[in-house]
Every structure is written in structure tokens, then in C-alpha cells.
């Protein structure tokens, strides 16, 4: 992809200094400037983020909503591992609530714990449609990415990309269940 990226850059770095030699530099710097700005309000918001998530875990938010779902969890992945239910719970809750960095370590200690079960191949999937479907009730990034592009209602995208993501999440636990369901 890297390769990509570099040919497109490269001929449009020559059609603009065929064209426009003297647009050449300002348009490069310019574009740095903007990337830059991005970048750092990008990185600040995922500071609060993150910082937001260690209070929600110091506060016990994420052990109570991981209470509140293991049962569900449990039904849905076909295991009664306490100890595999645990981070699987963590990692979908950071994950709804738009902190999906944070949730990739428990997202890994969640698949090797899923993986020494007796059905570990059905709950390893269902996980990780789960996981990948992205069922969020705040995407972090977009929302981050619209104010700092000054959009006038950066919140706008919350509901349709709930109700999108909660599609996803229904539709591919539901042909994970009949992909595996005849292996029970």
C-alpha cells in the first residue's frame, strides 16, 4: 500500500510542478501543516479518551458492566470460563464506548483464553465477529474528526453509526451461529 501511496503522491507532486511550479512548495507545506494539526488534535483526544476509560475502570464502571453482560456473554459464546468472560466483557465495553485502542490488550488475553475451551473455535469466532463488527455508542474517532474539521453538529453521526454497527454485530453473530451451529 506503502508503494501506492508513493506513485500517486509522486505524479501528482509532477503534474503540479509541470503545471504550477510556483504552487509547488506552498501547496507541500501547507498540506504538512494541516497534517500536523490533525495529528496532535487527533492524539489529545485520545488522551482524554484514554484518560476517561482509566477513570471509568479505577470508578469499577467497566467490572460492573462486565457483570452485567458475562451471563449474556456467557449464552452467546458458549462458555462458562469466568476467567475468558472477564477481558472479552472489558474489550466489548471499551469497545462500545468508543475506546477501541484501549481495548486491544484485553482483546488478545480474551482470544488465548478462548482458545484452552472445549468449543474454542465457535466462542473465537463469535468474539471476533463481535470484536470487528465495531458496536459502538461513541465513535471516538469520528466525533474527534468532525469538530476538529469544525463541523457545525460533530455528534450527528452517534445515532447511525450505533444503528449501523448494531447491525453488523446482529448479523454476524448470526451467521456465526449458523456456520457453527451444526458443529455443536
Do not use: H
Not at 135 to 145: K, P
Amino acid at each position: 500500500m506503502n508503494t501506492v501511496y508513493l506513485v500517486v503522491f509522486a505524479a501528482c507532486a509532477v503534474l503540479l510542478a509541470v503545471r504550477d511550479p510556483a504552487a509547488f512548495l506552498p501547496a507541500l507545506l501547507s498540506g504538512a501543516q494541516n497534517a500536523l494539526a490533525l495529528v496532535a488534535t487527533l492524539a489529545c483526544s485520545y488522551a482524554v479518551w484514554m484518560g476517561f476509560l482509566k477513570v471509568a475502570e479505577d470508578a469499577g464502571v467497566l467490572r460492573g458492566a462486565s457483570r452485567l453482560m458475562k451471563p449474556f456473554l456467557g449464552r452467546l459464546l458458549r462458555t462458562k470460563d469466568e476467567e475468558a468472560l472477564a477481558p472479552v466483557a472489558v474489550n466489548l465495553t471499551a469497545n462500545f464506548l468508543g475506546m477501541g485502542g484501549a481495548a486491544t490488550g484485553t482483546g488478545i488475553s480474551a482470544m488465548r483464553l478462548l482458545g484452552r475451551q472445549k468449543e474454542a473455535e465457535y466462542a473465537r469466532a463469535m468474539f471476533f465477529v463481535l470484536n470487528c463488527s465495531g458496536l459502538q455508542l461513541f465513535s471516538t474517532t469520528v466525533l474527534s474528526l468532525r469538530a476538529a474539521c469544525g463541523a457545525q453538529a460533530p455528534a450527528d453521526t452517534v445515532l447511525p453509526i450505533f444503528l449501523s454497527s448494531l447491525l453488523a454485530a446482529a448479523v454476524g453473530a448470526a451467521l456465526v451461529r449458523l456456520a457453527y451451529g451444526r458443529r455443536r
